[in-house]
Structure formats: structure tokens, C-alpha cells
């Protein structure tokens, strides 16, 4: 994989939640169905997934394999994690695993590159943070 590419694609092509919307040709969703209580996680919870799709796009474009294989033991699935305290909600590290998804870290919300995986946790950490908190 191209890593310096790849880095410097995601910089420049995945600024924005919109940015994802475009690379991913994803549909905007009215979440105003949802009761008000549910709304703000249920919609950042969407657009985490489009996020990771786009990611997924641009590793992919950079040499990464095409899927996820939870078959390949040997395949590194990234995912960003984060401190909650009372000083407040940050990016702590990525970490992967190699075929396994624990319960609250979403299988689909993997990637294949740390470098992408970094990106992700550190750019969209508010969004993040109404997936985890909200």
C-alpha cells in the first residue's frame, strides 16, 4: 500500500462528512423519524459508516486489499478508540485485530490501514463522539 499517498489522499478528499457523501455516492437521510432522544446517534452512527466506505475507497485506490476478510487471520483490522472522562471525550489510539470484532467496536467500522484508522479518529472525533456518547 501506498502509505504517503494515502495519507495525503484522505487529507485532501475526506475533509468533510460531506466530502464521504460525494466519494461514496451515499444518499443524505432525514433522522427526523427517529424519537429526539435516538436522532443525534442514530445519524452520526450513519455517517461514521459512510466515512469508513470513503476511507475504504481511498485504501483501496492506495493498494489495500478490496475487503475485509474475517476469514484471513493474518489481515490487520484497524479501529479508532477513544477516552470518555470527566475532562472530557478524545482520539486515545488505533488497534486491530486480526478476525474477530468485539461487541461495541463494529466489524463494519474497520479499516485496513492504520495510517487511515489514525485519520478518522483524530479529524471526525465529534462525530465519533455522538456514536459513543449519545
Known sequence: ???KNLKKQ??????TVEDAYKETGRP????????ED????????????????AARKIE????????LDWTDYSQWKWIPWFRISA???AFAFTDFDY?????GSGSRLRVLSKITC????????????KVQLF
Open 87 to 89: 475532562s472530557g471525550f
Open 28 to 35: 443524505k437521510i432525514d433522522f427526523s423519524f427517529y424519537p
Open 60 to 67: 483501496i485506490e492506495n493498494g489495500s486489499d478490496e475487503k
Open 10 to 15: 484522505l487529507s485532501e478528499r475526506l475533509k
Open 118 to 129: 489514525e485519520y478518522l479518529g483524530e479529524t471526525f472525533l465529534d462525530i465519533w463522539e
Open 38 to 53: 435516538l436522532r443525534v446517534n442514530r445519524e452520526a452512527e450513519y455517517n461514521v459508516i459512510v466515512l469508513i466506505e
Open 1 to 3: 500500500m501506498n502509505t
Open 99 to 103: 478476525s474477530r470484532a468485539f461487541a
